[in-house]
């Protein structure tokens, strides 16, 4: 995913933007791995492979998504996720 992204995409449930922690890039410096976390909501939608995962959430399947994230946990600036949503520290 490229960086300058970011500044078009949105929450798709509530519209707010998006904050984007970066946890991996490739060497032209394109995001691989990382998260989107609405600040409103508290939603998270991960980029794996470079491509951001924004299904609503009763598409989506959190024991696909848990390997990623636990993978994650150490980098996350947040304690836990539940429910497609972070909850802060």
């Not at 933007?17 to 609405?38: H, K, P, T, V």
């Not at 991960?46 to 989506?60: K, L, N």
Request: glycine share 2%; proline share 7%; with cysteine.
């Amino acid at each position: 995913m490229k960086k300058d992204l970011i500044n078009k995409l949105c929450c798709p449930f509530d519209k707010n933007e998006l904050e984007l922690q970066i946890f991996a890039e490739d060497l032209s410096e394109d995001i691989r791995e990382g998260i989107l976390i609405c600040p409103s909501c508290k939603r998270y939608y991960p980029i794996i492979h470079g491509i951001p995962i924004m299904s609503p959430d009763e598409y989506r399947e959190k024991e696909l998504e848990l390997p990623i994230i636990n993978r994650w946990k150490n980098q996350l600036k947040t304690s836990t996720v539940e429910n497609f949503r972070v909850i802060e520290k």
